[in-house]
């Protein structure tokens, strides 16, 4: 089955830092869905993302789906920011969630 | 307010006592999943419903069941629950399975 990759694993920020987390995916997939759960443990979305370019405030993701892979940029991070951030793909119509990006903004 | 409910938001039971935890949405959604989170080892897909009366299985289905009556509703059933069930479960919905999806705030399960 397909698999999906992020790194780093584990990231610690200053408040006030840029970073670029990564999902790799092996394989053609129909939807790239970028999430945060926050420390609370409530999964968000934030970015549906199957190909280019979308911004929110922030954030922004980028995927190139003939490479296979996305990127979530997180610039400016805030303490609010922490917690684990996930990609998910869809290949046919089940959803295969990577491993996440656990991210810890230090004030 | 568009949302994903879960009931019971935690619940301690034990080995055998059937249990079911609802799902609900009011977007008129039709995809609908179930997911598991254990440390370690993520999110896994428990089930799947792609419209009412269509369900299928994810990627590890074993001792759970689900049904698909109402668009609105998915609740998820562990018949004999076990101590490896011991988990957080969420309910997600989203407009077609390749739309954005949206989870429930949790269920947090333990089986003594």
């Known amino acids: 089955g397909i698999q999906v990759e992020q790194s780093p694993p584990d990231l610690i920020l200053q408040e006030g830092a840029n970073s670029t987390l990564r999902c790799n995916f092996s394989?053609?997939?129909?939807?790239l869905q970028w999430f945060h759960q926050n420390p609370w443990g409530q999964l968000i979305n934030l970015f549906y993302?199957?190909?280019g370019t979308k911004q929110n405030g922030r954030l922004s993701a980028t995927t190139v789906a003939t490479e296979r892979y996305s990127l979530l940029y997180i610039s400016s991070s805030q303490t609010t920011d922490s917690g684990v951030y996930f990609c998910?793909?869809?290949?046919?119509?089940?959803?295969?969630f990577g491993p996440g990006t656990s991210l810890s903004v230090i004030p | 307010e568009a949302q994903v409910t879960q009931n019971p938001r935690y619940l301690i039971t034990v080995t055998g006592k059937k249990l079911t935890v609802t799902c609900s949405q009011n977007?008129?959604?039709?995809?609908m999943s179930w997911y598991r989170q254990d440390p370690g080892l993520g999110l896994r897909q428990i089930y799947y419903?792609?419209?009412?009366?269509?369900?299928d299985k994810g990627d590890v289905p074993e001792g759970y069941k689900v049904s698909r009556k109402e668009k609105r509703n998915f609740p998820l059933i562990l018949e004999s629950p076990s101590p490896n069930q011991t988990s957080l479960y969420f309910c997600?919905?989203?407009?077609?399975?390749?739309?954005?999806?949206?989870f429930g705030p949790g269920t947090r399960l333990t089986v003594l």
């Open positions: 993302i199957p190909s």
């Open positions: 394989d053609s997939v129909n939807n």
């Open positions: 997600a919905s989203s407009l077609q399975y390749t739309d954005t999806q949206y």
């Open positions: 977007m008129n959604h039709e995809y």
């Open positions: 419903s792609m419209n009412v009366e269509v369900t």
């Open positions: 998910a793909v869809d290949p046919y119509d089940k959803v295969i």
